[in-house]
C-alpha cells in the first residue's frame, strides 16, 4: 500500500538549517506531484510548498519562499525539504503528502527551532 | 489566494445526534471541465495525522463509515455525521486543492455534549 515516512526533524537554533525527508513506496513515485504542509502546536494546517510530477514546477506558500526549497530523487523515491534561516514560527509537524484526486499523508517529522 | 471560512469554531453534540460542520471558500473551488468541486474533508485526533474522509466534495474514502457524508458545490460545503460515536471526537477540516496556494479551514472542535 501507499506509505510516505518523513525524517530529518529535530531542534535547531534559529537562522539555522535542516533537510527533511519523505521516503514514498508503494506506488510510481514519478508519476505524482508531492507537498509538504505543516502544523504548528495547537495550530491548523498550512500548505507549505508543492513539487510537479516532473520537477518542472515548484511552489511555496508566501511565509517560506526564498527560504525552503523543494526537490525529489526519482531513483530513491524520496522527496526533500531544504529548510534555511529557520525561524521560532517555523516549529510544526511537517507532513509530505502525495497528490492527485486525493491527498495521501505521512505520519510527520516535527522540527522546533529554539535557541 | 482562497480563504476557506469553517463554522462553527466548536461543537458539542449529543452521542447518537447529528453533527453539522459548514465549509465556505472565498472562491468557487468547481473546475468546469470535470464538474468536480476540489474540497476535501479530514479528520484530525491528537498526536495523529490528518485522516481523509471525504474528497471531491461528497466521495466518502474507502473504510469511511458511511454515517460521515459530504455536500455542497461552488463555494459552499457541509459535512454531515448523521450518528455521532465516541470515537468521532477530532478537530475537522475542510480543504481546497483546487488552485495554488492550496489551504485549509481553520478547523473546527468536536466533542461529545
Known amino acids: 500500500q501507499v506509505q510516505l515516512v518523513e525524517s530529518g526533524g529535530g531542534v535547531v537554533q534559529p537562522g539555522g538549517s535542516l533537510r527533511l525527508s519523505c521516503a514514498a513506496s508503494?506506488?510510481?513515485?514519478?508519476?505524482?506531484?508531492m507537498h509538504w504542509v505543516r502544523q504548528a502546536p495547537g495550530k491548523g494546517l498550512e500548505w507549505v510548498a508543492f513539487?510537479?510530477?516532473?520537477?518542472?514546477?515548484?511552489y511555496f506558500a508566501d511565509s517560506v519562499k526564498g527560504r525552503f526549497t523543494i526537490s525529489r530523487d526519482i531513483s530513491k523515491k524520496t522527496l526533500y525539504l531544504q529548510m534555511n534561516s529557520l525561524r521560532a514560527e517555523d516549529t510544526a509537524v511537517y507532513y509530505c503528502?502525495?497528490?492527485?484526486?486525493?491527498?495521501?499523508w505521512g505520519q510527520g517529522t516535527m522540527v522546533t527551532v529554539s535557541s | 489566494d482562497i480563504v476557506m471560512t469553517q463554522s462553527p469554531d466548536s461543537l458539542a453534540v449529543s452521542l447518537g445526534e447529528r453533527a453539522t460542520i459548514n465549509c465556505k471558500s472565498s472562491?468557487?473551488?468547481?473546475?468546469?471541465?470535470?464538474?468536480?468541486?476540489?474540497l476535501a474533508w479530514y479528520q484530525q485526533k491528537p498526536g495523529q495525522p490528518p485522516k481523509l474522509l471525504i474528497y471531491?466534495?461528497?466521495t466518502r474514502e474507502s473504510g469511511v463509515p458511511d454515517r460521515f457524508s459530504g455536500s455542497g458545490s461552488g463555494t459552499d460545503f457541509t459535512l454531515t455525521i448523521s450518528s455521532l460515536q465516541a470515537e468521532d471526537v477530532a478537530v475537522y477540516y475542510c480543504?481546497?486543492?483546487?488552485?495554488?496556494?492550496?489551504?485549509f479551514g481553520q478547523g473546527t472542535k468536536l466533542e461529545i455534549k
Open positions: 513539487i510537479r510530477y516532473d520537477g518542472s514546477n515548484k
Open positions: 480543504q481546497q486543492y483546487y488552485s495554488i496556494p492550496y489551504s
Open positions: 472562491h468557487s473551488v468547481l473546475y468546469s471541465s470535470n464538474n468536480n468541486n476540489y
Open positions: 471531491w466534495a461528497s
Open positions: 508503494g506506488f510510481t513515485f514519478s508519476n505524482y506531484g
Open positions: 503528502a502525495r497528490d492527485g484526486d486525493y491527498w495521501i
